[in-house]
């Protein structure tokens, strides 16, 4: 479907949101609830399709999942033993589903098949299949094993101390969860620091894990270069979850489009509510304010009682408020490697950004962009050129000039980030934009197009992803 959205004009808007539920942490909710020994509970958890998959995918493995409203499911757990799925396990279009379930299915004594659409298929899966073989389950897949579809002969593992090569939060959940049922202790460290959503959620399910400050970084080694942020994870082996109840959080990736769209518009006033506040998530909103684009951030009062295993800050999400004004101007928006896997999901969004940045802006150690749901760094280069930006694609990133949008036919790749980067480029250039494909926001973030109208109602967003939305958007039309 296409959708068809015309310039504001730099009209400013002033507005409130509440962000939809975090798809990582939903991820991992429905996956732990389904390993715990009884119901759990997930509250306002994601209705994206990615989160679906898993919801499906864990439900085949004989988790019972009970929907009492459409913001509450009640998930009775396998108490660690999943059942042998009768068909092949398909997560759609989501990475996370198919790297932390392979984690789940190499320690189970049965057969099962991973797979997914078109882009899932292309994506590295060596990285999960090379330490899970290691463990000693049996996994092939084409390529060598690379790419799915994976088929896993699950076994009991053995505990393996694995540096991760890349920093992944992906991989280093996948080595979590077959940790949890290996005998013995399971060390993972990597690199940077990644979002420790499962590390917080496994302490809720009564888990034991430790988690330090890992080996140094390579770029650590490097003359001044910050300190490392690597961590390191050891999960003993094997444990079975109790059962918890979790509320999910908004999501930070799905609020940057609109915080981002905010900061570019002088004097446009914008407030974000209920959104997960993770340090290892906040790295958009400190590349804003390193930027000069002044944030509020009202934190809620913790929660979170901690556990008895030492991990005090663990247990909870924090959450709260975030308030913009678009300023004036603001500087460039240089990334470097240490930056990324805080804002890993913002990278296409901070792109669009940094075309009205009024000096250049540099994005680098972002090769990992290549591999996510489409090449993100040639994606985003290509269709904001094709509006006009001056962006040149490095090997590793981007480099970006001020630049002025204008109008153009544009395309996703079918990759939701890409669509609502392309959605706030479209509102910020003159005239009208045509982005192809636009349905595939639905993976993260289902009715964005009608939120994006709600909140700029004076600007005009037309297609039929949207659907209407108390007469904010301006015309009704279909696809054109
Ligand atoms: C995710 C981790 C990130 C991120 C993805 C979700 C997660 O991937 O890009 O959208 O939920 O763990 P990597 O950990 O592979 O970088």
Same mark, same amino acid.
Not at 43 to 66: K, M, Q, W, Y
Not at 234 to 246: A, E, H, K, M, T
């Given at each position: 479907m296409k959708q068809v959205i015309k310039g504001l004009g730099g009209r400013p808007f002033t507005g409130r949101f509440t962000p939809p539920p975090d798809k990582s942490i939903t991820h991992r909710a429905f996956m732990l609830?389904?390993?715990?020994?009884?119901? &759990?509970?997930?509250?306002?958890?994601?209705?994206?399709?990615?989160?679906?998959?898993?919801?499906?995918?864990?439900?085949?493995? /004989?988790?019972?999942?009970?929907?009492?409203?459409?913001?509450?499911?009640?998930?009775?757990?396998?108490? /660690?033993?999943?059942t042998e799925p009768v068909d092949i396990l398909d997560a759609g279009n989501s990475g996370t589903t198919t790297r932390l379930l392979s984690g789940v299915l190499a320690g189970q004594p049965f057969f099962s098949i991973l797979t997914g659409d078109a882009s899932l298929r292309s994506r590295?899966?060596?990285?999960?299949?090379?330490?899970l073989r290691q463990m000693g389950a049996t996994i092939s897949g084409r390529g060598g094993g690379d790419l799915a579809p994976l088929a896993i002969n699950g076994t009991r593992l053995r505990p393996i101390d694995y540096a991760?090569?890349?920093? %992944?939060?992906?991989? @280093?959940s996948c080595l979590i969860l077959a940790g949890l049922a290996a005998d013995g202790?399971?060390?993972?460290? *990597? $690199?940077?620091?990644?979002?420790?959503?499962?590390?917080?959620?496994?302490?809720?399910?009564?888990?034991?894990?430790?988690?330090?400050?890992?080996? +140094? &970084? +390579?770029?650590?080694a490097a003359p001044a270069a910050p300190p490392s942020r690597g961590r390191?994870?050891?999960?003993?082996?094997?444990?079975?979850?109790r059962p918890f109840s979790v509320r999910i959080p908004g999501d930070i990736s799905s609020a940057a489009f609109f915080l981002a769209l905010a900061a570019a518009i002088p004097g446009a006033r914008l407030t974000v509510e209920e959104v997960g506040l993770n340090p290892l998530r906040d790295g958009f909103q400190r590349s804003l304010v390193k930027a000069g684009i002044p944030l509020e951030t009202r934190a809620a009062p913790a929660t979170g009682a901690g556990d008895a295993y030492g991990n005090d800050a663990y247990g909870d999400e924090p959450w709260g408020d975030i308030t913009l004004t678009g300023p004036q101007s603001f500087?460039?928006?240089? =990334?470097?490697?240490?930056?990324? +896997?805080? =804002?890993?999901?913002?990278? $296409?969004i901070l792109a669009v950004l940094a075309t009205q940045a009024s000096e250049p802006s540099l994005i680098r150690g972002a090769a990992e962009l290549r591999v996510k749901e489409s090449d993100r760094l040639a994606g985003i280069a290509g269709q904001l050129a094709a509006m006009g930006a001056r962006i040149e694609e490095r090997p590793d990133g981007l480099y970006i000039e001020p630049s002025r949008l204008r109008g153009a036919q544009v395309r996703t790749y079918g990759d939701h980030r890409l669509a609502m980067s =392309?959605?706030?480029?479209?509102? =910020?250039?003159?005239?009208?934009? %045509?982005?192809?494909?636009? *349905?595939?926001?639905?993976? &993260?973030? +289902?009715?964005?197009?009608?939120?994006?109208?709600?909140?700029? %109602?004076? /600007? %005009?967003?037309?297609?039929?992803?949207?659907?209407?939305?108390?007469?904010?958007?301006? @015309?009704?039309?279909?696809?054109?």
């Amino acid at each position: 479907m296409k959708q068809v959205i015309k310039g504001l004009g730099g009209r400013p808007f002033t507005g409130r949101f509440t962000p939809p539920p975090d798809k990582s942490i939903t991820h991992r909710a429905f996956m732990l609830a389904a390993l715990a020994a009884g119901e &759990s509970e997930v509250i306002n958890p994601s209705s994206g399709l990615d989160c679906r998959s898993t919801l499906a995918c864990v439900e085949a493995l /004989g988790a019972r999942a009970r929907w009492e409203g459409p913001e509450r499911v009640i998930i009775t757990g396998t108490a /660690g033993h999943p059942t042998e799925p009768v068909d092949i396990l398909d997560a759609g279009n989501s990475g996370t589903t198919t790297r932390l379930l392979s984690g789940v299915l190499a320690g189970q004594p049965f057969f099962s098949i991973l797979t997914g659409d078109a882009s899932l298929r292309s994506r590295p899966m060596g990285r999960v299949t090379k330490p899970l073989r290691q463990m000693g389950a049996t996994i092939s897949g084409r390529g060598g094993g690379d790419l799915a579809p994976l088929a896993i002969n699950g076994t009991r593992l053995r505990p393996i101390d694995y540096a991760l090569p890349v920093a %992944s939060a992906q991989v @280093k959940s996948c080595l979590i969860l077959a940790g949890l049922a290996a005998d013995g202790e399971t060390v993972i460290t *990597e $690199p940077l620091a990644t979002r420790d959503h499962t590390e917080r959620m496994l302490v809720k399910a009564g888990a034991r894990l430790h988690v330090a400050a890992g080996a +140094p &970084s +390579p770029a650590a080694a490097a003359p001044a270069a910050p300190p490392s942020r690597g961590r390191q994870v050891r999960v003993p082996g094997p444990q079975i979850l109790r059962p918890f109840s979790v509320r999910i959080p908004g999501d930070i990736s799905s609020a940057a489009f609109f915080l981002a769209l905010a900061a570019a518009i002088p004097g446009a006033r914008l407030t974000v509510e209920e959104v997960g506040l993770n340090p290892l998530r906040d790295g958009f909103q400190r590349s804003l304010v390193k930027a000069g684009i002044p944030l509020e951030t009202r934190a809620a009062p913790a929660t979170g009682a901690g556990d008895a295993y030492g991990n005090d800050a663990y247990g909870d999400e924090p959450w709260g408020d975030i308030t913009l004004t678009g300023p004036q101007s603001f500087r460039g928006l240089n =990334l470097e490697a240490e930056d990324i +896997p805080d =804002l890993v999901d913002e990278v $296409p969004i901070l792109a669009v950004l940094a075309t009205q940045a009024s000096e250049p802006s540099l994005i680098r150690g972002a090769a990992e962009l290549r591999v996510k749901e489409s090449d993100r760094l040639a994606g985003i280069a290509g269709q904001l050129a094709a509006m006009g930006a001056r962006i040149e694609e490095r090997p590793d990133g981007l480099y970006i000039e001020p630049s002025r949008l204008r109008g153009a036919q544009v395309r996703t790749y079918g990759d939701h980030r890409l669509a609502m980067s =392309l959605a706030v480029a479209a509102l =910020l250039a003159e005239g009208e934009t %045509s982005i192809e494909d636009f *349905e595939c926001a639905a993976v &993260s973030f +289902p009715g964005f197009g009608e939120e994006l109208a709600r909140l700029t %109602s004076g /600007g %005009s967003t037309e297609g039929n992803e949207a659907g209407g939305h108390d007469g904010a958007r301006p @015309k009704d039309g279909g696809a054109r």
